[in-house]
Nanobody, 123 residues
Framework: QVQLVESGGGLVQAGGSLRLSCAASGRPFSDSVMGWFRQAPGKEREFVAAISVNGGRTYHASSVKGRFTISRDSAKNTVYLQMNSLKPEDTAVYYC????????????????WGQGTQVTVSS
C-alpha cells in the first residue's frame, strides 16, 4: 500500500511557475513508477508526466513537454512536477499516482492515487 499526498497547487498568472510535490509513504517509494495526471472540469483525466523507478527515464505529454519537468528524490520519498510557462489551459486538479511495474501513461494502470491539488492559471 502506498499513500500519496500532493501539495503546491494554487493560483498563478499565465506565464508563471509552480512546483507540485507528492510525498509518498507506505510501500517502499523506490519500488514505484510515479506519474502525474490532471483533470479539468468536464474533461477526462489525462496523463501529464511519469518517471521510472530509478529516475533515469521520464516521459512527458506533448502538451507540457518543454514546460513541465517531473523528478524524484528518493531520500525524501517525494516526486515533483516543476511547471513553467503556465497557460490557462493547464488549469486542472493535478493528481499524483504510483504503480509497480514498467513506466506507462494510462491512468487505468496506476494503483495508488493522491487526493489531488488544484492549479488555476489566470489569463
Amino acid at each position: 500500500q502506498v499513500q500519496l499526498v500532493e501539495s503546491g497547487g494554487g493560483l498563478v498568472q499565465a506565464g508563471g511557475s509552480l512546483r507540485l510535490s507528492c510525498a509518498a509513504s507506505g510501500r517502499p517509494f523506490s519500488d514505484s513508477v510515479m506519474g502525474w495526471f490532471r483533470q479539468a472540469p468536464g474533461k477526462e483525466r489525462e496523463f501529464v508526466a511519469a518517471i521510472s523507478v530509478n529516475g533515469g527515464r521520464t516521459y512527458h505529454a506533448s502538451s507540457v513537454k518543454g514546460r513541465f519537468t517531473i523528478s524524484r528524490d528518493s531520500a525524501k520519498n517525494t516526486v515533483y512536477l516543476q511547471m513553467n510557462s503556465l497557460k490557462p489551459e493547464d488549469t486542472a486538479v493535478y493528481y499524483c499516482a504510483a504503480r509497480i511495474g514498467i513506466l506507462v501513461v494510462s491512468s487505468n494502470d496506476y494503483d495508488y492515487w493522491g487526493q489531488g491539488t488544484q492549479v488555476t492559471v489566470s489569463s
